[in-house]
């Protein structure tokens, strides 16, 4: 309990908020590097997502590359590309190797939600005389947007897991009181710095969980209430 109240005392330490090293900097210099590397991921994975899970094309190829991609240490990764990119673009190879990590949940997410949806649907929409591109933006969507959601989700915190390594190569971030505090031996900051990590991401799953829920269609939602109360029912005739 002493460690917890050591770093609880570092966390509300006043030189906590001074200096170019201040917490508040260090977060900020967090979620850029999140919010940057997950919107370039998204712009290309999402597309080629919705192409897949749209034509049923290539969808073998893309879980080959995401499963290799889940496979690349991020570590290596990142420090591999700052050695190619060189010293001076040490931001530039972070948020490739960010990117590059973003894109398998996302892509994953993008093409399972079109393909989740029941073909009758799809049918359904297309004997009503919808164009392609109209069963696309009406149809699958909406009803694969939660899914996307969830790949988002789960692409978010991935980053936000791995952008603490970024104070490795010296990019700030909230990882940067724990490397530095490593070898320093200062394990309040080591553990200040953690609870930073986990509550930021904690704090972002809840507001994407939400979001997550809120991309369920209204049908969709009364749909499954209702079939939630029928089988509540008929546990409790049975019983």
Do not use: C
């Amino acid at each position: 309990m002493n460690l917890f109240a050591d770093a609880f005392a570092w966390l509300t330490s006043p030189d906590r908020f001074e200096g170019a090293y201040a917490l508040p900097t260090l977060l900020s210099q967090h979620l850029l590097y999140t919010i940057v590397s997950v919107l370039v991921a998204a712009l290309i994975a999402v597309p080629a997502g919705w192409l897949i899970g749209h034509t049923g094309r290539g969808r073998e190829i893309a879980v080959a590359l995401s499963g290799a991609a889940r496979a690349v240490p991020s570590f290596g990764l990142m420090v591999l590309l700052v050695l190619l990119f060189g010293v001076l673009r040490i931001p530039e190879a972070a948020v490739v190797t960010f990117v590059l990590l973003a894109i398998p949940s996302l892509l994953a997410g993008a093409y399972t939600g079109l393909q989740a949806i029941d073909r009758r649907v799809i049918d359904a929409a297309r004997a009503t005389g919808m164009t392609e591109r109209q069963v696309f933006w009406k149809v699958e969507l909406p009803l694969g947007l939660p899914l996307l959601v969830g790949g988002l989700r789960s692409a978010t915190l991935q980053v936000i897991a791995t952008v603490t390594i970024a104070a490795y190569v010296n990019l700030g971030g909230l990882g940067w009181p724990i490397i530095q505090g490593i070898p320093l031996r200062r394990f309040d900051q080591v553990l200040g710095g953690a609870i930073l990590v986990a509550v930021l991401a904690l704090v972002v799953d809840l507001l994407l969980a939400a979001a997550q829920r809120a991309a369920v269609p209204t049908g969709l939602r009364v749909h499954s209430s209702a079939r939630r109360e029928r089988r509540a029912a008929s546990a409790a005739s049975s019983s």
